[in-house]
């Protein structure tokens, strides 16, 4: 299997404080990965770093290949990673077409996709991406008056237009209500599993990372302390993850 993401002995401060010791791992295609960790462990921190928008003080992040400081622009960068932020990233007051077609942009370039605002080019693969996250029929509606969930679709569809081969996604859920964080999660990683992306998202909840990623990372104090299969994750393991004490 092809290696898409390489981290090797990542380190990352913040003045006097080190977030990151000492990371090393990588995901190949199609692999659909969870990071955990406290509060403060440092998986936003890491997943800035993948995705270029951090430096880390040293080690090397590798894309599909190529060290990531050897990628020329933002655009070519936006071919190999996707990105699913929590605040969904998405222009409210653009019609939900217009946001999906974003995820051309760097395909495009400025003109065109400025151009696609008045005569959308593309529609039929917009609506063919909006029908995969299950709501074609708001296609013309303003973004602004969608729900948390249907906006999180949206942000969704847009990065089946981009074709990454990576998909970071920093806790995609924790906004939504449990039932809809579910539906959220089923759709993001079936689509990648599909469309053999792989995946890295960070997120709170056990019992959804043990439920839809299979393969599990744990951060603490700045290192890997599991990197593991989810059906190979104990309640102990957990436990100290989260430094949880017994009840006594
Ligand atoms: N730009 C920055 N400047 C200074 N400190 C930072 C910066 N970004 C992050 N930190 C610090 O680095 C640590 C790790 O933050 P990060 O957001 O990566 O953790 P996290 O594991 O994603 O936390 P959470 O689960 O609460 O979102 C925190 O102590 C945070 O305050």
Do not use: C
């Amino acid at each position: 299997m092809k290696k898409i993401v390489e981290l090797k002995d990542i380190q990352k401060r913040f003045k006097e404080m080190e977030v990151l010791s000492s990371i090393s791992f990588s995901v190949e295609e199609g692999e659909i990965v969870a990071i955990l960790g406290p509060s403060g462990a440092g998986k936003t921190t890491l997943l800035n770093i993948i995705s270029g928008f951090t430096h880390p003080d040293n080690g090397s992040v590798t894309i599909d290949g190529i060290n990531i400081v050897n990628y020329k622009s933002n655009k070519q960068l936006a071919k190999k990673i996707g990105i699913i932020r929590q605040q969904f990233d998405l222009i409210d007051d653009l019609k939900v077409i217009h946001n999906v077609l974003a995820g051309k942009l760097h395909e495009w370039g400025f003109i065109k996709s400025l151009f696609s605002l008045f005569f959308p080019q593309g529609k039929d693969e917009a609506l063919d991406a909006l029908n995969k996250v299950g709501i074609t029929e708001k296609f013309d509606e303003k973004t602004a008056n969608l729900s948390g969930g249907e906006k999180q679709r949206v942000a969704i569809a847009r990065i089946l237009l981009q074709h990454p081969k990576v998909v970071l996604a920093d806790e995609p859920v924790s906004s939504l209500d449990p039932a809809r964080a579910e539906d959220i999660l089923s759709i993001l990683v079936n689509l990648a599993r599909k469309e053999k992306i792989s995946l890295i998202a960070s997120i709170h909840s056990i019992e959804f990372a043990k439920k839809y990623f299979d393969r599990l990372i744990g951060i603490k104090d700045g290192n890997v302390v599991f990197d593991l299969p989810s059906n190979e994750i104990t309640d102990e393991i957990i436990k100290d993850l989260y430094n949880y004490q017994e009840l006594k």
